[in-house]
């Protein structure tokens, strides 16, 4: 039985196809604690509170912000990429 569930969590974590880029915080709504993260190559990635993890204060971010970001093929409200995991280096 564990073994079937870990195999269905793999399988899931497979398809979700998790992609990484850098990129800088472009947008950011501190009463909503949703932002938007600009990557190099010009994509937009939402990002909400549950992607910051543990280790950042949502507070403390800002415009400008270099991070990194971990994101996946999404829809949330008006984008196409939907952030899994923020970093600041």
């Avoid at 990635?45 to 549950?50: A, I, K, P």
């Avoid at 400008?64 to 923020?86: C, F, I, M, N």
């Amino acid at each position: 039985m564990i073994d079937a569930a870990v195999g269905i969590v793999e399988r899931v974590e497979n398809e979700r196809e998790v992609q990484r880029a850098k990129g800088k915080v472009w947008r950011w709504n501190e009463k909503r604690a949703t932002g938007i993260i600009e990557t190099e190559d010009g994509s937009h990635v939402w990002f909400g509170l549950d992607s910051l993890g543990e280790h950042k204060n949502f507070g403390d971010v800002a415009l400008d912000d270099s991070v990194e970001v971990e994101y996946e093929a999404a829809q949330q409200d008006s984008h196409d990429l939907r952030a899994v995991k923020v970093t600041w280096p």
